[in-house]
């Protein structure tokens, strides 16, 4: 598996409150995204990472924000917890640009699993 | 915008017949579709992916097909085994190739 670590991989919290997750990778790889997983819906983009400093939106970014400053580290910042965002979340990784590189493969962590009550 | 419809949600086969998922993408630039499996408590991991030049790619039992012009990608598993019960989800990339967006996924049930 590659080398990708979140933390924390389940936290239970209340409405409200700031919530943090990190995804710590050991690849070395530009790219990286924050991904939410509910019944039914699938995996949705969340915000993504195309090096140090670099992030954009994807498909359900808001009350969400991201910082990357170094380029192992994703961080997703819930800044006041609401129970729609109850799901489980996963980060992953790209080597190269899946739409243009040699391999587009991404490589998730093992997800965290975050409760608002 | 930035779509892709899966079809079935939920599928059932008999052990050793074959199952195909669809799918469907609104961006007629998006040129990588890739497949993923996720097993019962566990992270995704790609099985396998077609670019927008190639229209069929196999590897040994499943194979993902591509129609550009009406912009469908299916995956056909053969001769299915129990343990190919999973969730499996298609995707497509979008704006530049930087996102990968994915369809809502299959519950596939193989029966012994």
């Known amino acids: 598996d590659a080398g990708i670590t979140q933390s924390p991989r389940h936290k239970v919290t209340e409405t409200g409150t700031p919530v943090t997750l990190r995804c710590h990778q050991t690849?070395?790889?530009?790219?990286m995204y924050w991904y939410r997983q509910d019944p039914g819906h699938g995996l949705r983009l969340i915000h993504y990472s195309y090096g140090v400093k670099d992030t954009d939106k994807g498909e359900v970014s808001d009350g969400y924000s991201v910082s990357r400053s170094k380029t192992e580290d994703f961080l997703l910042t819930l800044e006041s917890a609401t129970s729609s965002q109850t799901s489980v979340y996963f980060c992953?990784?790209?080597?190269?640009?899946?739409?243009?590189?040699?391999?587009?493969?991404?490589?998730f962590g093992e997800g965290s699993r975050l409760t608002v009550l | 915008g930035e779509n892709v419809e899966q079809h079935p949600s939920t599928l059932s086969v008999q052990e050793g017949d074959s199952a195909v998922i669809k799918c469907t993408y609104s961006d007629s630039a998006s040129n990588y579709f890739p497949w993923y499996k996720q097993e019962l408590g566990k992270r995704p991991q790609l099985i396998i992916d077609?670019?927008?030049?190639?229209g069929e790619k196999k590897d040994q039992r499943i194979a993902v097909t591509l129609n550009k012009t009406a912009k469908h990608f299916s995956l056909h598993i053969t001769e299915t085994q129990p343990e190919d019960s999973a969730v499996y989800f298609c995707?497509?990339?979008?704006?530049?190739?930087?996102?990968?967006?994915f369809g809502a996924g299959t519950r596939l049930f193989v029966k012994a």
């Open positions: 690849e070395n790889h530009r790219y």
């Open positions: 077609i670019r927008s030049n190639v």
């Open positions: 995707a497509a990339t979008y704006t530049g190739g930087f996102k990968t967006i």
């Open positions: 992953a990784i790209s080597e190269t640009n899946p739409g243009q590189g040699r391999t587009g493969e991404l490589f």
